[in-house]
């Protein structure tokens, strides 16, 4: 086979020729567009890191929020359980201080009640006593007694302390009055004559007496004075052992 070298020559041009046609029309583009694809690429693995850092800043960020808010609602729970048991440390001592107080109440009103309830059973044992006792001396009364009465009466006269008879004295001639002598039983001549020799001293001059009878003095009399009364007779005694019972 002989070779033909115009021919070869044409088709080493014609190569060249389209070794130049491809770079220029196909491969300068194809490379362009893969340098650019290339670039697009690097840009989205570029950004894809980016965003995937920031994703991974924010998901830290939020772990540590999510931490913040686990210790902030520990604190929460922990600051109200703390007001609570507060809370309900000063209700139980209010509720103490208030059933300690009703219970003071309760028991001063017990023991007022139970002093009222001894008063009475006193003043009841009192009454009865005193009805009893006066039943017995009202039977007791008699004349005897009005003259042992007397006796006594005379006796504590002339025993009167000095600063008592001053008094008495004073009092009678500061408004003289009659010397009222008031018996259960008519008084003899002797007993007056006796009763107006220890009044004389006591009201330091000479005293007329009018006397009079009251049987419901029971036993004893009652001297009036004006000023003082003396009293020893059976009906006042029981009047004031009555009252003062």
Same mark, same amino acid.
């Given at each position: $086979?002989?070779?033909?070298?115009?021919?070869?020559?044409?088709?080493? +041009?014609?190569?060249?020729?389209?070794?130049?046609?491809? !770079?220029?029309?196909?491969?300068?583009?194809?490379?362009?567009?893969?340098?650019?694809?290339?670039?697009?690429?690097?840009?989205?693995?570029?950004?894809? #890191?980016?965003?995937?850092?920031?994703?991974?800043?924010? !998901?830290?960020?939020y772990e540590r929020r999510l931490a913040d808010w686990e210790e902030e609602k520990k604190r929460a729970r922990e600051s109200f359980r703390r007001e609570l048991e507060e809370e309900r440390q000063?209700?139980?001592?209010?509720?103490?201080?208030?059933?300690? =107080?009703? &219970?003071? !109440?309760? #028991? =001063?009103?017990?023991?007022?009640?139970?002093?009222?309830? %001894?008063?009475?059973?006193?003043?009841?044992?009192?009454?009865? /006593?005193?009805?009893? +006792?006066?039943? $017995?001396?009202?039977?007791?009364?008699?004349?005897?007694?009005? %003259?042992?009465?007397?006796?006594?009466?005379?006796?504590? $006269?002339?025993?009167?302390?000095?600063?008592?008879?001053?008094?008495?004295?004073?009092?009678?001639?500061?408004?003289?009055?009659?010397?009222?002598?008031?018996?259960?039983?008519?008084?003899?001549? !002797?007993?007056? #004559? &006796?009763?107006? =020799?220890?009044?004389?001293?006591?009201?330091?001059?000479?005293?007329?007496?009018?006397f009079e009878t009251d049987s419901s003095l029971l036993a004893g009399l009652r001297i009036d004075l004006g000023a003082h009364v003396i009293r020893a007779n059976l009906k006042d005694e029981l %009047?004031?052992?009555?009252?003062? /019972?």
């Amino acid at each position: $086979m002989e070779l033909n070298w115009s021919t070869f020559i044409l088709e080493i +041009i014609n190569f060249l020729v389209l070794v130049w046609l491809l !770079k220029h029309f196909l491969y300068q583009p194809v490379r362009r567009i893969v340098e650019q694809r290339r670039r697009q690429i690097d840009s989205r693995l570029a950004e894809a #890191e980016r965003l995937r850092h920031e994703a991974g800043e924010m !998901k830290a960020r939020y772990e540590r929020r999510l931490a913040d808010w686990e210790e902030e609602k520990k604190r929460a729970r922990e600051s109200f359980r703390r007001e609570l048991e507060e809370e309900r440390q000063r209700r139980l001592s209010a509720l103490s201080q208030e059933l300690e =107080a009703a &219970r003071r !109440k309760a #028991e =001063a009103v017990w023991e007022q009640e139970k002093r009222e309830w %001894r008063r009475h059973l006193e003043e009841q044992a009192l009454t009865l /006593g005193t009805k009893f +006792i006066a039943r $017995m001396l009202e039977r007791l009364a008699d004349e005897h007694l009005h %003259r042992r009465l007397l006796t006594l009466l005379l006796e504590d $006269m002339a025993d009167m302390p000095p600063e008592t008879i001053e008094g008495v004295r004073r009092d009678f001639h500061s408004a003289p009055a009659e010397v009222r002598v008031v018996s259960a039983y008519p008084l003899t001549e !002797k007993e007056r #004559e &006796r009763l107006q =020799a220890v009044l004389q001293p006591l009201l330091g001059g000479a005293v007329e007496c009018r006397f009079e009878t009251d049987s419901s003095l029971l036993a004893g009399l009652r001297i009036d004075l004006g000023a003082h009364v003396i009293r020893a007779n059976l009906k006042d005694e029981l %009047r004031f052992f009555s009252y003062h /019972g």
